[in-house]
Antibody, heavy 115, light 112 residues
Framework: EVQLVESGGGLVQPKGSLKLSCAAS????????MSWVRQAPGKGLDLVAD??????????YYADSVKDRFTISRDDSQSMVYLQMDNLKTEDTALYYC??????WGQGVMVTVSS | DVVLTQTPPTLSATIGQSVSISCRSS???????????LHWLLQRPGQSPQLLIY???RLESGVPNRFSGSGSGTDFTLKISGVEAEDLGVYYC?????????FGGGTKLELK
């Protein structure tokens, strides 16, 4: 059974930083791209960042709204994926999901950016 | 990026009614390897999205067979044959053929 467990969310002030973690199990982690998708309250799903597998040279993608502020990374030896979020803005407030190829999802972790 | 357009945005149904949701893509979702990576998700209230159908028409394990998917190229449809109360929520199509993955805007299924 695929399991994705996110951690690291919380309340942070504007311009602050947070690092989200996602522990994955139940599938061949090394073979799949991983993504972080966020959902603002009452809104739809927005891809934040994506990282491919080693086979595709760990290529990364970032939404324009987070480029140069967020960094996605992965540790295949630990089946972990991370999202380092710097210079946070109030509009980054959302529930952040870790996903495998956008088909399997964790329970999400809340990030609130407020002074 | 590929744009997925879902219609209708809201769907009102009675229990037992059959309904369909459309997902149209701005470009063909047929991958060069012959697969089409168009999937359907359901997000029930207060829950994370869950996979219903993958690769157009393949039912995820444990998903009732009243759900079915069809389509090809740029036009895809999710059908629910006999809505049940547990089916209420927001349905999303998602494509993984072209990087980056993209999502439709969602269709909210409500009880009439």
């Amino acid at each position: 059974e695929v399991q994705l467990v996110e951690s690291g969310g919380g309340l942070v002030q504007p311009k602050g930083s947070l690092k989200l973690s996602c522990a994955a199990s139940g599938f061949d982690f090394n073979s799949y791209g991983m993504s972080w998708v966020r959902q603002a309250p009452g809104k739809g799903l927005d891809l934040v960042a994506d990282i491919s597998s080693k086979s595709y040279n760990y290529a990364t993608y970032y939404a324009d709204s987070v480029k140069d502020r967020f960094t996605i990374s992965r540790d295949d030896s630990q089946s972990m994926v991370y999202l380092q979020m710097d210079n946070l803005k109030t509009e980054d407030t959302a529930l952040y999901y870790c996903t495998v190829a956008s088909v399997y999802w964790g329970q999400g972790v809340m990030v609130t950016v407020s002074s | 990026d590929v744009v997925l357009t879902q219609t209708p945005p809201t769907l009102s149904a009675t229990i037992g009614q059959s309904v369909s949701i459309s997902c149209r893509s701005s470009q063909s979702l047929l991958h060069s390897n012959g697969n089409t990576y168009l999937h359907w998700l359901l997000q029930r209230p207060g829950q994370s999205p869950q996979l219903l159908i993958y690769s157009v028409s393949r039912l995820e394990s444990g998903v009732p067979n009243r759900f079915s998917g069809s389509g090809s190229g740029t036009d895809f449809t999710l059908k629910i044959s006999g809505v049940e109360a547990e089916d209420l929520g927001v349905y999303y199509c998602v494509q993984g053929t072209h990087a980056p993955p993209t999502f439709g805007g969602g269709t909210k299924l409500e009880l009439k």
